[in-house]
Protein backbone atom coordinates (compact mmCIF):
# COMPACT_ATOMS: atom_id res chain seq x y z
CA UNK A 1 0.00 0.00 0.00
CA UNK A 2 1.71 3.11 -1.03
CA UNK A 3 1.69 5.46 1.88
CA UNK A 4 2.82 8.47 -0.72
CA UNK A 5 1.51 9.07 -4.38
CA UNK A 6 1.95 10.89 -7.10
CA UNK A 7 -0.43 9.90 -9.42
CA UNK A 8 0.64 11.56 -12.52
CA UNK A 9 3.11 9.81 -13.89
CA UNK A 10 4.29 12.64 -16.63
CA UNK A 11 3.55 16.39 -16.74
CA UNK A 12 4.57 18.67 -20.20
CA UNK A 13 4.37 22.40 -19.51
CA UNK A 14 5.13 25.22 -22.12
CA UNK A 15 8.52 27.17 -20.97
CA UNK A 16 7.86 30.17 -18.80
CA UNK A 17 4.52 28.74 -17.49
CA UNK A 18 3.92 27.10 -14.17
CA UNK A 19 4.44 23.45 -13.43
CA UNK A 20 2.15 21.80 -10.63
CA UNK A 21 3.71 18.67 -9.09
CA UNK A 22 1.18 16.80 -7.14
CA UNK A 23 1.55 14.60 -4.11
CA UNK A 24 -0.77 12.25 -1.71
CA UNK A 25 -0.16 10.53 1.51
CA UNK A 26 -1.92 8.66 3.70
CA UNK A 27 0.01 8.31 7.12
CA UNK A 28 -0.96 11.36 9.40
CA UNK A 29 2.18 10.56 11.21
CA UNK A 30 4.23 12.30 8.53
CA UNK A 31 5.63 15.37 9.49
CA UNK A 32 8.46 16.29 7.27
CA UNK A 33 8.02 16.33 3.10
CA UNK A 34 10.42 16.55 0.89
CA UNK A 35 11.03 17.10 -2.89
CA UNK A 36 13.35 15.35 -5.00
CA UNK A 37 14.74 15.87 -8.41
CA UNK A 38 16.37 12.96 -10.67
CA UNK A 39 18.07 13.57 -14.16
CA UNK A 40 18.44 10.14 -16.10
CA UNK A 41 21.51 7.76 -15.26
CA UNK A 42 21.60 10.34 -11.98
CA UNK A 43 20.83 10.14 -7.99
CA UNK A 44 18.21 12.23 -7.07
CA UNK A 45 19.02 15.51 -5.69
CA UNK A 46 16.95 17.60 -2.77
CA UNK A 47 15.10 20.06 -4.40
CA UNK A 48 13.13 21.57 -1.48
CA UNK A 49 11.44 20.77 1.66
CA UNK A 50 8.68 21.09 4.22
CA UNK A 51 7.96 20.77 7.95
CA UNK A 52 4.17 19.76 9.05
CA UNK A 53 4.15 23.04 11.00
CA UNK A 54 4.23 25.34 7.93
CA UNK A 55 1.85 25.56 4.81
CA UNK A 56 4.15 26.90 2.29
CA UNK A 57 7.93 27.15 1.94
CA UNK A 58 9.54 28.75 -1.07
CA UNK A 59 13.05 28.76 -2.69
CA UNK A 60 13.52 30.94 -5.55
CA UNK A 61 11.27 29.39 -8.69
CA UNK A 62 10.08 26.56 -6.35
CA UNK A 63 7.57 26.95 -3.78
CA UNK A 64 6.14 24.04 -1.54
CA UNK A 65 2.80 23.99 -0.19
CA UNK A 66 1.40 21.89 2.23
CA UNK A 67 -2.56 21.13 3.10
CA UNK A 68 -2.39 19.09 5.93
CA UNK A 69 -6.06 18.51 6.55
CA UNK A 70 -6.52 17.07 3.00
CA UNK A 71 -3.04 15.49 2.85
CA UNK A 72 -1.60 16.76 -0.07
CA UNK A 73 1.11 18.98 -1.05
CA UNK A 74 2.02 20.34 -3.91
CA UNK A 75 5.60 21.78 -5.88
CA UNK A 76 4.69 25.15 -7.96
CA UNK A 77 7.73 25.86 -10.49
CA UNK A 78 7.39 29.08 -11.90
CA UNK A 79 8.50 30.02 -14.46
CA UNK A 80 9.42 26.83 -15.98
CA UNK A 81 12.53 26.34 -17.61
CA UNK A 82 13.63 23.25 -19.80
CA UNK A 83 16.71 22.67 -17.50
CA UNK A 84 13.36 21.75 -15.35
CA UNK A 85 12.61 19.14 -16.96
CA UNK A 86 13.26 15.58 -15.14
CA UNK A 87 11.57 13.08 -12.28
CA UNK A 88 10.32 14.61 -9.78
CA UNK A 89 9.86 12.32 -6.52
CA UNK A 90 7.83 13.53 -3.30
CA UNK A 91 9.26 11.74 -0.16
CA UNK A 92 7.92 11.75 3.61
CA UNK A 93 8.82 11.01 6.89
CA UNK A 94 7.95 10.86 10.29
CA UNK A 95 10.56 12.27 12.59
CA UNK A 96 8.80 10.42 15.79
CA UNK A 97 9.97 7.05 14.53
CA UNK A 98 13.63 8.27 15.74
CA UNK A 99 14.65 7.15 11.79
CA UNK A 100 15.50 9.52 8.93
CA UNK A 101 14.33 7.23 6.13
CA UNK A 102 12.11 8.68 4.03
CA UNK A 103 8.82 6.96 1.61
CA UNK A 104 9.04 7.94 -1.59
CA UNK A 105 6.21 8.48 -4.47
CA UNK A 106 6.84 6.72 -8.00
CA UNK A 107 7.48 9.75 -9.75
CA UNK A 108 6.53 13.01 -12.02
CA UNK A 109 8.12 13.03 -15.30
CA UNK A 110 8.12 17.15 -15.86
CA UNK A 111 9.03 18.07 -19.47
CA UNK A 112 9.48 21.63 -20.11
CA UNK A 113 8.87 22.74 -24.10
CA UNK A 114 10.84 25.21 -25.22
CA UNK B 1 33.92 17.14 -1.58
CA UNK B 2 32.67 13.69 -2.27
CA UNK B 3 29.57 12.76 -2.39
CA UNK B 4 28.29 8.77 -2.14
CA UNK B 5 30.13 7.07 -4.27
CA UNK B 6 28.30 3.53 -5.88
CA UNK B 7 29.64 1.01 -7.94
CA UNK B 8 29.70 -0.98 -10.75
CA UNK B 9 27.86 1.88 -11.93
CA UNK B 10 26.08 -1.28 -14.57
CA UNK B 11 26.13 -4.55 -14.31
CA UNK B 12 24.81 -7.17 -16.21
CA UNK B 13 24.78 -10.69 -15.01
CA UNK B 14 22.84 -14.19 -15.66
CA UNK B 15 20.21 -15.70 -13.67
CA UNK B 16 21.23 -17.50 -10.25
CA UNK B 17 24.71 -15.28 -10.53
CA UNK B 18 25.61 -13.46 -7.48
CA UNK B 19 25.77 -10.12 -7.32
CA UNK B 20 27.56 -7.61 -5.04
CA UNK B 21 26.68 -3.67 -5.42
CA UNK B 22 29.06 -1.20 -2.99
CA UNK B 23 28.80 2.25 -1.61
CA UNK B 24 30.65 4.42 0.02
CA UNK B 25 28.97 7.09 2.02
CA UNK B 26 29.64 10.38 2.37
CA UNK B 27 32.19 11.25 6.00
CA UNK B 28 31.06 11.45 8.45
CA UNK B 29 27.37 10.65 8.13
CA UNK B 30 26.07 8.39 9.79
CA UNK B 31 22.86 6.63 8.59
CA UNK B 32 23.10 4.84 5.02
CA UNK B 33 20.04 3.90 3.11
CA UNK B 34 19.68 1.11 -0.17
CA UNK B 35 16.66 2.32 -2.12
CA UNK B 36 15.77 0.40 -5.35
CA UNK B 37 14.15 2.17 -8.28
CA UNK B 38 11.85 0.08 -10.96
CA UNK B 39 9.34 1.94 -13.60
CA UNK B 40 6.18 -0.15 -10.95
CA UNK B 41 7.28 0.59 -7.68
CA UNK B 42 9.22 3.87 -7.89
CA UNK B 43 11.81 4.34 -5.29
CA UNK B 44 11.39 1.51 -2.61
CA UNK B 45 13.08 1.80 0.61
CA UNK B 46 15.33 -2.28 1.02
CA UNK B 47 17.25 -1.32 4.09
CA UNK B 48 18.22 1.83 6.67
CA UNK B 49 21.71 1.53 8.77
CA UNK B 50 22.62 3.74 11.42
CA UNK B 51 26.08 3.58 13.04
CA UNK B 52 26.45 0.90 11.10
CA UNK B 53 23.45 -1.15 12.45
CA UNK B 54 20.86 -2.22 10.08
CA UNK B 55 18.00 -0.64 11.82
CA UNK B 56 14.85 -1.28 9.50
CA UNK B 57 15.53 -4.40 6.98
CA UNK B 58 11.74 -4.95 6.57
CA UNK B 59 11.78 -3.42 2.30
CA UNK B 60 14.15 -6.25 1.78
CA UNK B 61 12.06 -8.55 -0.87
CA UNK B 62 13.34 -11.91 -0.02
CA UNK B 63 16.44 -13.93 2.13
CA UNK B 64 17.99 -13.66 -1.36
CA UNK B 65 18.88 -10.06 -0.78
CA UNK B 66 21.45 -8.96 2.09
CA UNK B 67 23.36 -6.31 3.49
CA UNK B 68 26.03 -5.48 5.23
CA UNK B 69 28.26 -2.28 6.87
CA UNK B 70 31.36 -3.34 7.80
CA UNK B 71 32.67 -0.11 8.78
CA UNK B 72 31.38 3.62 8.47
CA UNK B 73 32.64 4.11 5.24
CA UNK B 74 31.47 1.15 3.67
CA UNK B 75 28.22 -0.83 2.54
CA UNK B 76 27.29 -3.95 0.33
CA UNK B 77 24.00 -5.13 -1.04
CA UNK B 78 23.72 -8.98 -2.14
CA UNK B 79 21.76 -10.92 -4.31
CA UNK B 80 22.21 -14.45 -4.18
CA UNK B 81 21.29 -15.92 -6.33
CA UNK B 82 20.20 -13.16 -8.76
CA UNK B 83 16.53 -13.53 -10.43
CA UNK B 84 15.28 -11.52 -13.96
CA UNK B 85 13.25 -9.66 -11.61
CA UNK B 86 15.65 -7.80 -10.05
CA UNK B 87 16.41 -6.28 -12.57
CA UNK B 88 16.62 -2.31 -11.40
CA UNK B 89 18.64 0.83 -10.02
CA UNK B 90 20.08 0.23 -6.86
CA UNK B 91 20.73 3.22 -5.15
CA UNK B 92 22.94 3.84 -1.71
CA UNK B 93 22.25 7.28 0.09
CA UNK B 94 23.11 8.66 3.64
CA UNK B 95 22.65 11.78 5.56
CA UNK B 96 23.30 12.82 8.57
CA UNK B 97 21.30 12.53 11.99
CA UNK B 98 19.74 15.49 13.36
CA UNK B 99 20.27 17.48 9.84
CA UNK B 100 17.13 20.40 10.10
CA UNK B 101 16.23 19.38 6.30
CA UNK B 102 17.09 15.76 6.70
CA UNK B 103 17.98 15.33 2.89
CA UNK B 104 19.30 12.39 2.07
CA UNK B 105 22.28 12.71 -0.01
CA UNK B 106 22.11 9.69 -3.02
CA UNK B 107 24.43 8.50 -5.29
CA UNK B 108 24.50 7.73 -8.96
CA UNK B 109 22.90 4.49 -8.84
CA UNK B 110 24.03 0.98 -9.80
CA UNK B 111 21.88 -0.16 -12.91
CA UNK B 112 21.01 -3.96 -12.84
CA UNK B 113 20.66 -6.07 -15.70
CA UNK B 114 19.86 -9.87 -14.91
CA UNK B 115 19.33 -11.80 -17.76
Known sequence: DQQVKQNSPSLSVQEGRISIL?????NSMFDYFLWYKKYPAEGPTFLISISSIKDKNEDGRFTVFLNK?????????????????????????????????????????????? | DAGVIQSP?????????????????????NSLFW??????RGLELLIYFNNNVPIDDSGMPEDRF?????????????????????SAVYFCASSLDGELTGELFFGEGSRLTVL
Request: charged letters at 20%; proline letters at 7%.
Open chain 2, 35 to 40: YRQTMM
Open chain 2, 9 to 29: RHEVTEMGQEVTLRCKPISGH
Open chain 2, 66 to 86: SAKMPNASFSTLKIQPSEPRD
Open chain 1, 69 to 114: SAKHLSLHIVPSQPGDSAVYFCAARWSGAGSYQLTFGKGTKLSVIP
Open chain 1, 22 to 26: NCDYT
